[in-house]
């Protein structure tokens, strides 16, 4: 073991000589004494066991996308990437392996294990009190971190760096589906939102675009013509969003394939042949994007599409999710014929039944498959959290070799917290349940300690039939989210919002247009979070440190100014909500409805709060300002010249509103437009100035709310303008 | 078409000649004039769809047992038996038919439909305003329902009759486990509960202890001398209840199957031979439990276990679940087989493991099945929903040739509303899922408005890991539900109380003991319940009529005098809860440990409350009275001659206490005890009179809390005896 420092409040440890898996910016720490290391560790052969105790009232957050609440006591988590559309309770892994937590505790601590291969949390399942983490390998570096919540979480993200940030049109409304066939669906997918007012930035192209579901090829047939296609929709305003698929169809012929087994470019099998897997395509081979010299290659495919328009991406099936090997489908059919004519009891049936359902992501193939990681032979089950990351890294890279300054669109599935610099992630393959929308709430803080700031999931779930109501409360939550994806699978009701009756319609468009009202304010939290290394959304323990906020599991901080309380329950006409401090509960509905009656003054405690189907409910911290301006059906025809300021002001506030040109990436780091306002209530009056770069900015209308729950409308005209910040 | 009237508020409409599914005491009906009828009714060839409007405040109640919340409106839910153990918010149908539901509107209105096949409910899902029923068949009856919601209950349940009363230690703690494998672990788990000092009234057999799955045979090597066995176990005062599955095992030599071929008393297939399907024991018959013959034969079956000393059963599987058919395997395996070699994309690898998927209850297997309905012959598919009814009627109906007056033990998986006369059911195959308790809590009332009021989940969980606080919270709950048994599934971690830490152990003994300290209290209630035709656990809006009491989904009314708001949430310390009025909150620990300090007076709206791990919650309203003794650790040896009496006694309450010797049928109609209590609290002195013909009375202690929320605890040893309330 070597034992290293930095900062204040981060040590490491390093047990033997991990994989890289180029997550933490390593320049920073230094070797040093031991020191002292919380719980035990059971060094054993092939693994460690960390054991450490946990205090009763001790609350643990993190461990990034996985399964049930926010404090994640009482069950048994996985860190492995796995592709399992059913997300229910019991489902100890999903797409992404985030291996940091923090406890909540007198003392606050956390860990990061980096490591590229399986780690197993017990977060008091076993036993109550103790927290055992078994890392499935001995080469691994461990960094504890001291110091508050919200310390712990800064020190940790501004190890890893900064997060991808979208273009700003990601944060517009984007509608898909899997899927749509043909260019004529996709057309008069866009012209719907146009005919029904409904905004929408961008529309997915799930996997039938594609010819024979071969990566980086379009079909002919339904896509004709595509460069022109995509086009037509730009000048609509609308982005098409491809997706890529991580396996790579065994086709002679396809030049992609070719190139691969020419260049050796793909994963072996033990006999140094390429693996053999099958994924939507039939047979196919994985790229080893484990190798730098094949991420510069695939990365570069992405240009195809890029030359004739394209400016996103999703990268799916990138856990690998395999559906089947070569052998293990073999042994699978072979297994079932033998059975012909047999008499099978309930045991014999259940072998039959489940050597068919566990022939996908069976642990033999992942551990029968090879890379060479830059020279270095690794089995791929003890670099299986990397392949998702190091295939959107590729992606990454060629974007930026494509054009280095401007920023693209990415989210994938799979994902390792390393990942967190190059793309977004959505959350996969839910399903239309209330209980997933509550997930959604619950998961929303760990991703973005894991750095995935950028993150959303499927509105109105992908899997199974969607209420008007659901959706309608979906939304209501994730206008919130950066990514606002509305997706639904093959063969379930169809989820476009006119697919609904006309209430559920026209709630749903307030709704929508909501969100492209406070992009000003989502826009500007969001860089801001990744700036200093903070969380957008949060649980409510990140700013108040009573007992009760810490015990708050439905409830969110976004960003420095807003707490949220969605409705998450069907049928349901409200919800008791805890107020840590005195705040005005604004239920919003459409944004030209917006008057004073809308507010509310709340004390500190426990309330029920009634919300109508069309009500949005928003909570406004005291001193808090929250910037928002006139909804347009597009982002780019958001005029943020114009703005809207609403506050809960008891006595003062400020706020510092950032913007850039949203497509720029160097203006992520400083060549920015900021604008601060102040507002002070001095002797029952407002005084209000507003100091900013912004040239553009025109008027400002402050809706401001005072400690008597009294509303003031101010418009401002005049600025300080100029002043540069940064 | 033809229209029956009987008593006020109840009509019904024929349409077509039903089959009989025995459901309805006809005699009450008579002959009218047509009347109107709500809704639009669309008469289709072979299925009828019933379409009725629903206002935006109306609530939905009923369908007995189903997924998703108390208030049904929002999805779509099917009639129709189903073995399906994955108990997800997507699943439209579970173990049960009940067609019966209440519309609480201005003008309340239900609807039941009697039928034997599949009905289909669309409770505003595809338009949120619009109830839909589909009615696979054109011959049925429906019954229309009008009064208060608690009304058209009454009046239902009068309809269907008295309902199921088991023995009084079936209120007791039962364990259970597929399997217990022999009889030396079924000792050491007795043995296990007396050392712990842990109650427990029952074992359950699951499917091991018989010789390769037949039914009514016991493994000669795992249960040797059967008989000793049971009566040892009896002699601990532990009764055992042994499994029967639905299928009889094709064996030769095994005499029920060769009596049911020689006598054509299995179902059969189109050829008009004994159809086969597999269940746990390999390749079954069906008997055909709709021939009265089948009935009489296959019900005195059990009395071969019943000559061994049994006194419960539970039959299971008899929706009946079918693995597989002899054809629909050999297809699937041919299927199978001829993928051997393919390139199998997305589409066709998915129909691959579909095919295999699907083969366990095919709706073409059930429409292959023929009965021979007392001369009829019925497709299966028509009457599907009879089959698990009928089977548990022919054990009823041996029960009571073996001995009429004694009540047995009976629980079933599969269940139609005509069959709640003859059994409790549980509530199927849950998993240890925190949603699962919800779905435990939310669901009782549905299935006491569908007459099944012995009823309960399984406790912890079947399927899944519980977690020691997950079993001490459910128990918190389901020690207030009649049936009360933990059970899990072979492959998960073991259940048994003793299997957690010490805290979590120490915490399930109070908990359980405070069951057997209520029991007074809860089976007085189950048993007025049933008398009055009214339910045990309501939702609030049984008794309370304001606008916030009927969007209550987590609280319910236990029986006359409490109210449950239990903590469901993991990590859970305390939750929202709302009171109709102004109430006493007893937080309950160890009995022995009640005392003033529990109590607490809290006013009418929300409130949040704290919970501790080791407390249960528990609202006394005001007026009522609940009766307790102290508890033991078996129903036989509780002291019911010297009582505890706990209430919330501002001005005056009164409380009828019903007791039987918990053994003889006869009793449940009568020949009981009964003890009326009588508090009134007159210028700050409570003034008691207690009258019972209960001559074994001793003593009754009374701890009442007055409207400032003091404490008087009050004793009283003599009565008005011996007179005769019935």
């Given at each position: 073991?070597?034992?290293?420092?930095?900062?204040?409040?981060?040590?490491?440890?390093s047990?033997?000589?991990?994989?890289?898996?180029?997550t933490?910016?390593?320049?920073m720490?230094?070797?040093t004494?031991s020191?002292?290391?919380?719980?035990?560790?059971?060094?054993?052969?092939s693994?460690?066991?960390w054991?450490?105790?946990?205090n009763?009232g001790d609350v643990?957050?993190?461990?990034?996308?996985?399964i049930?609440?926010?404090?994640?006591r009482g069950?048994?988590?996985e860190?492995?990437c796995?592709?399992d559309?059913?997300?229910?309770p019991?489902?100890?892994s999903?797409?992404?392996?985030?291996n940091?937590?923090?406890?909540?505790?007198?003392?606050?601590w956390?860990?990061?294990?980096?490591f590229?291969?399986k780690?197993?949390?017990?977060?008091?399942?076993?036993?109550?009190?103790?927290?055992?983490?078994?890392v499935?390998?001995?080469d691994?570096?461990?960094y504890?971190f001291?110091?508050?919540?919200k310390?712990?979480?800064?020190?940790?993200r501004?190890?890893?760096?900064?997060?991808?940030v979208?273009?700003?049109?990601?944060?517009?409304?984007q509608q898909?589906?899997?899927?749509?066939?043909?260019?004529?669906?996709?057309?008069?997918?866009?012209?719907k939102?146009?005919?029904?007012?409904?905004p929408?930035?961008?529309?997915?192209?799930?996997i039938?675009?594609?010819?024979?579901?071969?990566?980086f090829?379009v079909?002919?047939d339904r896509?004709s013509?595509?460069?022109?296609?995509?086009s037509d929709?730009k000048?609509?305003?609308?982005?098409?969003?491809?997706?890529?698929d991580?396996?790579?169809?065994?086709?002679?012929?396809?030049?992609?394939?070719e190139?691969g087994?020419?260049n050796?470019?793909?994963?072996?099998?033990?006999?140094?042949k390429p693996?053999?897997?099958?994924?939507?395509?039939?047979?196919v081979?994985?790229?080893?994007?484990?190798?730098?010299?094949v991420?510069?290659?695939?990365?570069?495919?992405?240009h195809r599409?890029?030359?004739?328009?394209?400016?996103?991406?999703?990268?799916?099936?990138n856990?690998?999710?395999?559906?089947?090997?070569?052998q293990?489908?073999?042994?699978a059919?072979?297994?079932?014929?033998d059975q012909e004519?047999?008499?099978?009891d309930?045991?014999t049936?259940f072998d039959?039944k489940?050597?068919?359902?566990n022939?996908?992501n069976?642990e033999?193939?992942?551990?029968?498959?090879y890379?060479?990681?830059?020279?270095?032979?690794?089995?791929?089950?003890?670099?299986?959290?990397?392949?998702?990351?190091?295939?959107?890294?590729?992606?990454?890279?060629g974007?930026?070799?494509?054009?280095?300054?401007k920023?693209?669109l990415?989210?994938?599935?799979?994902?390792?917290?390393g990942?967190?610099?190059?793309?977004g992630?959505?959350t996969?393959?839910?399903?239309?349940w209330?209980?997933h929308?509550?997930?959604?709430i619950?998961?929303?803080?760990?991703?973005?300690m894991a750095?995935f700031?950028?993150s959303g999931?499927d509105t109105?779930?992908?899997g199974?039939?969607?209420?008007?109501?659901?959706?309608?409360?979906w939304?209501?939550?994730?206008?919130f989210?950066p990514?606002?994806?509305?997706?639904?699978a093959?063969?379930?009701?169809?989820?476009?919002?006119w697919?609904?009756e006309?209430?559920?319609?026209d709630?749903?468009?307030?709704?929508?247009k909501?969100?492209?009202?406070l992009?000003p304010?989502l826009?500007?939290?969001f860089m801001k979070?990744?700036?200093?290394?903070?969380l957008?959304?949060?649980?409510?323990s990140?700013?108040?440190?009573d007992s009760?906020?810490?015990?708050?599991e439905d409830?969110?901080l976004?960003?420095?100014?807003?707490m949220?309380a969605p409705v998450?329950?069907?049928n349901?006409?409200g919800?008791s909500?805890?107020?840590?401090?005195?705040?005005?509960?604004?239920?919003?509905?459409?944004?030209e409805?917006?008057?004073e009656?809308?507010?509310?003054?709340?004390?500190?405690?426990?309330?029920f709060?009634?919300?109508?189907?069309?009500?949005?409910?928003i909570?406004?911290?005291p001193?808090?300002l929250?910037?928002m301006?006139?909804p347009?059906?597009r982002?780019?025809?958001?005029?943020?010249?114009?703005?809207?300021?609403?506050?809960?002001?008891?006595?003062?506030?400020?706020?510092?509103l950032y913007?850039?040109?949203?497509?720029?990436?160097?203006?992520?780091s400083?060549?920015?437009?900021?604008?601060?306002?102040k507002v002070?209530?001095i002797?029952?009056?407002?005084?209000i100035?507003?100091?900013?770069?912004?040239l553009?900015?025109?008027?400002?209308?402050?809706?401001?709310?005072?400690?008597?729950?009294?509303?003031?409308?101010?418009?401002q005209?005049?600025?300080?303008n100029?002043?540069?910040?940064?």
């Amino acid at each position: 073991m070597k034992f290293f420092q930095s900062v204040e409040g981060v040590q490491k440890i390093s047990f033997g000589e991990m994989i890289p898996t180029d997550t933490i910016l390593e320049e920073m720490f230094k070797e040093t004494e031991s020191f002292y290391i919380p719980g035990i560790i059971d060094k054993r052969t092939s693994h460690h066991i960390w054991k450490l105790n946990l205090n009763e009232g001790d609350v643990v957050y993190g461990l990034g996308q996985s399964i049930r609440g926010m404090n994640k006591r009482g069950f048994v988590y996985e860190s492995f990437c796995t592709d399992d559309p059913n997300h229910t309770p019991d489902k100890k892994s999903l797409y992404g392996a985030h291996n940091f937590f923090v406890v909540l505790s007198d003392n606050p601590w956390g860990i990061y294990i980096d490591f590229a291969g399986k780690v197993t949390f017990d977060v008091g399942f076993e036993h109550q009190d103790i927290l055992l983490i078994d890392v499935e390998g001995v080469d691994f570096d461990a960094y504890i971190f001291n110091g508050t919540y919200k310390e712990i979480i800064g020190r940790f993200r501004s190890l890893i760096g900064q997060s991808y940030v979208p273009p700003k049109w990601g944060f517009g409304y984007q509608q898909s589906r899997w899927s749509y066939v043909d260019k004529n669906e996709v057309l008069s997918i866009a012209e719907k939102f146009d005919e029904h007012d409904l905004p929408c930035d961008a529309i997915y192209l799930d996997i039938d675009y594609m010819e024979r579901f071969k990566d980086f090829t379009v079909s002919d047939d339904r896509f004709s013509d595509f460069k022109t296609f995509v086009s037509d929709l730009k000048l609509k305003d609308i982005k098409l969003i491809p997706i890529i698929d991580a396996g790579v169809k065994i086709e002679s012929g396809y030049d992609v394939y070719e190139e691969g087994v020419k260049n050796s470019y793909f994963c072996k099998d033990e006999n140094g042949k390429p693996f053999v897997a099958a994924v939507w395509p039939g047979k196919v081979h994985f790229p080893d994007f484990l190798n730098s010299r094949v991420r510069e290659w695939f990365g570069q495919k992405y240009h195809r599409l890029m030359d004739m328009g394209i400016e996103g991406f999703w990268n799916d099936m990138n856990e690998p999710a395999i559906f089947y090997s070569e052998q293990g489908l073999k042994d699978a059919i072979s297994f079932v014929s033998d059975q012909e004519g047999k008499n099978l009891d309930i045991y014999t049936f259940f072998d039959l039944k489940n050597k068919i359902m566990n022939i996908s992501n069976s642990e033999s193939d992942y551990k029968s498959m090879y890379h060479n990681y830059d020279g270095m032979k690794v089995n791929h089950y003890d670099v299986h959290n990397l392949y998702g990351y190091f295939m959107t890294r590729a992606a990454a890279e060629g974007f930026k070799s494509y054009a280095p300054e401007k920023r693209h669109l990415m989210i994938t599935r799979a994902s390792h917290i390393g990942m967190a610099k190059h793309s977004g992630i959505w959350t996969g393959d839910n399903h239309s349940w209330w209980e997933h929308l509550k997930l959604n709430i619950q998961m929303m803080p760990s991703l973005g300690m894991a750095g995935f700031l950028y993150s959303g999931a499927d509105t109105g779930g992908f899997g199974g039939e969607a209420s008007g109501e659901l959706l309608t409360r979906w939304l209501q939550f994730s206008i919130f989210t950066p990514l606002l994806r509305n997706h639904s699978a093959m063969g379930t009701r169809k989820q476009e919002p006119w697919m609904f009756e006309t209430e559920t319609l026209d709630r749903i468009r307030d709704v929508i247009k909501m969100r492209y009202a406070l992009v000003p304010y989502l826009y500007s939290e969001f860089m801001k979070a990744n700036f200093n290394h903070e969380l957008l959304f949060a649980p409510l323990s990140y700013e108040y440190d009573d007992s009760r906020s810490k015990r708050v599991e439905d409830q969110l901080l976004l960003g420095d100014s807003l707490m949220l309380a969605p409705v998450y329950e069907q049928n349901s006409r409200g919800r008791s909500v805890y107020l840590p401090e005195k705040m005005v509960l604004w239920k919003a509905t459409a944004y030209e409805h917006l008057n004073e009656n809308q507010f509310e003054l709340l004390e500190r405690g426990y309330h029920f709060v009634d919300v109508a189907l069309n009500e949005i409910p928003i909570y406004l911290k005291p001193g808090k300002l929250v910037v928002m301006t006139k909804p347009e059906n597009r982002i780019s025809t958001l005029d943020e010249s114009n703005l809207v300021v609403l506050g809960f002001v008891p006595d003062h506030a400020s706020y510092i509103l950032y913007n850039d040109d949203g497509l720029t990436k160097g203006y992520e780091s400083g060549d920015s437009l900021q604008t601060i306002f102040k507002v002070d209530r001095i002797n029952n009056k407002y005084h209000i100035s507003v100091d900013t770069n912004d040239l553009a900015l025109k008027t400002i209308t402050f809706y401001l709310i005072d400690d008597s729950g009294n509303w003031h409308v101010i418009k401002q005209n005049t600025f300080i303008n100029d002043r540069r910040y940064v």
